[in-house]
């Protein structure tokens, strides 16, 4: 079994017990990161979806559904109708559970990346396959990519796995991977992103950051701990970008 028949499968049943699903998951360290990323979130939605209701809440559905049958209605035009109020009550339970999941992704989330940051993470996700890529990508090929998207490649960029097209919400990019000290590193050439300064992110796995150029932005996203400003500083020396 390859990486990406795991992923499938991983996303398909993440308590898969097929033995060469297992086997592999053991096997590859980068697939058992994914798989105990996942086993961790799983973990966390049953606790989230885990709610204990109010002291005397049962108690007070009942009495509510009690009073629904019984033929005397309350005084006064401004009362509720006694009907309304199992359906009230079920309301409350909902808005109760329903705040406390807003109340603990917010506090397990306190630095959730927004914005342009989530596109590149969630584009990275989307394509993990080529972070095994181990080809050794050539120079003219690359530059040829480059050209397109309005850049010229000055100098070799050694150590590419993996170059090609890829669609960044409304403009083509560029997609690359290089190796790193930590792992594999993903370049993301963002022609038409641009922002006003570079700023870093990070996830439960990835550290990030994003770097303005002429024409739009760059992403530059390692393994946890792994050094993307020396990734970065290579991919600088090496295209230049005309305006």
Known sequence: M???QFRRKLLEDPRNQDPDFRQHGRDCATCQ???ERVQAFEASLREAVHIEPPAGLEERILRAQRLESSPIEPAGPAATPRRYWPAIAAGIVMLFGAALLYERGWRETPHA???LETTVLNHIQDELP????VRDVPQQRLAKLIAQL???LKTPLRHVNFAGKCQMRKYPG???VL???RGPVTVLIMPGEEIPAGRRFHSERFDGELIPIDNGSVAVVGERNEDIDRIAHRVAQSIRWRI
Request: aromatic share 4%; charged share 25%; hydrophobic share 25%.
């Open 2 to 4: 390859n990486c990406l």
């Open 33 to 35: 990161r994914e798989f």
């Open 113 to 115: 990346p927004q914005g």
């Open 130 to 133: 080529h972070l095994h890529e």
């Open 150 to 152: 309005g850049g010229e």
């Open 174 to 176: 560029a997609h690359l």
């Open 179 to 181: 190796a790193g000290e």
